[in-house]
């Protein structure tokens, strides 16, 4: 049995492929984005989804840089 993160990160995956998978009938690409937000000791990530026509979602990945933050307790 995989445990419960497991899970919720797959149903997270499933319904992204699902919106890409809508918005590319109309010809356009979704991009995803993560913020991250501690409230009182306890983290919330929040998943933006931004659909853009096809274009302008080929250039998408000029404008954004991955940044890795460590967190430390």
Same mark, same amino acid.
């Given at each position: 049995?995989?445990?419960?993160? @497991?899970?919720?990160?797959?149903?997270?995956?499933?319904?992204? =492929? @699902? /919106?890409? =998978?809508?918005?590319? =009938?109309?010809?356009?690409?979704? /991009?995803?984005?993560?913020?991250?937000?501690?409230?009182?000791?306890?983290?919330?990530?929040?998943?933006?989804?931004?659909? /853009?026509?096809?274009?302008?979602?080929?250039?998408?990945?000029?404008?954004?840089?991955?940044?890795?933050?460590?967190? /430390?307790?």
């Amino acid at each position: 049995m995989f445990p419960p993160s @497991c899970g919720k990160e797959a149903d997270s995956q499933n319904f992204m =492929k @699902c /919106l890409m =998978k809508m918005h590319a =009938k109309d010809n356009k690409g979704v /991009l995803f984005y993560e913020t991250i937000c501690s409230f009182r000791e306890q983290r919330h990530t929040f998943i933006e989804a931004v659909p /853009l026509p096809f274009e302008e979602f080929q250039d998408a990945p000029a404008y954004f840089r991955v940044r890795s933050t460590i967190w /430390l307790s």
